[in-house]
């Protein structure tokens, strides 16, 4: 097998017992991420002049503010902000009207509603929406797993034993397997698409079947009649099914 730095963590990935092994390297950049972020990065001012543009994802500040270097977040806001202000001031003072009723900007605000084309020309919401959608975190990790993606489908295409990892695997969250038949059939040729959907299509539809099941037990276990009975796979259901249907 052909490695090289993307290779490992996939394949390591696909060892582990998990209802989706995309799920599980997602999390681990995320936890890298968050961890560079909140090291000394925040003192380079290239990725700071980035951050002050876009800023993060609630999500991600939600995941950052859990971490303890309050003072690191707290100097990544405060120039976010300062950004913010000073933009927002240039695009006010050279808008004038704004607040002017008569004003073409007021009228796209009226207008907006039946004319969608038109809904995006009010300069703040452009602005705001922008930073508000931006992510530097979010930006970061996509860049590192759309490698992963090409990598496994590499390792699909040139390595059995890769392919006998899969199989034997739990399939995948919805969203990671919705992702896979997208990107396979872009990476794949015909006859390898055709393999690729035969191998996973019944993995995932098998293990779809086995969640809801381990939740029946889950839910059987509730009525006094079956109080006493193993628990089976089941005690951890809910986590489990989370996991597989919002990638949560
Ligand atoms: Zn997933
Ligand atoms: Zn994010």
Redesign the pocket.
């Known amino acids: 097998m052909k490695e090289n730095i993307y290779t490992i963590p996939v394949i390591d990935t696909f060892k582990e017992d998990t209802?989706?092994?995309?799920?599980?390297l997602?999390m681990k950049l995320e936890k890298e991420s968050i961890d560079f972020m909140l090291g000394p990065s925040y003192m380079e001012d290239d990725i700071r002049m980035e951050t002050n543009k876009i800023g993060f994802c609630s999500h991600h500040y939600g995941k950052m503010y859990e971490e303890k270097n309050r003072l690191g977040l707290a100097l990544m806001l405060h120039t976010h902000l300062e950004e913010i202000n000073k933009n927002l001031s240039k695009i006010i003072s050279s808008n004038k009207d704004l607040n002017s009723k008569s004003s073409s900007i007021f009228n796209v605000f009226k207008t907006g509603k039946n004319n969608p084309s038109t809904k995006n020309e009010n300069p703040i919401s452009s602005y705001l929406n922008k930073v508000y959608e931006g992510c530097y975190i979010c930006n970061k990790i996509d860049n590192t797993f759309k490698r992963y993606i090409d990598t496994f489908f590499y390792l699909w295409k040139s390595d059995e034993s890769f392919v006998s990892l899969v199989s034997e695997g739990k399939g995948?969250?919805?969203?990671?397997?919705s992702l896979l038949l997208e990107k396979g059939s872009q990476l794949l040729n015909k006859n390898q698409y055709t393999h690729f959907t035969q191998i996973v299509i019944p993995i995932q539809q098998k293990n779809l079947k086995r969640i809801e099941e381990e939740l029946d037990w889950f839910i059987q276990k509730f009525d006094y009649r079956f109080k006493d009975e193993p628990w089976g796979n089941s005690k951890d259901a809910i986590p489990r099914s989370l996991?597989k249907i919002a990638?949560l």
Not at 19 to 24: R, V
């Open positions: 209802e989706c092994p995309l799920c599980h997602y995948f969250c919805l969203k990671h397997f996991l990638s």
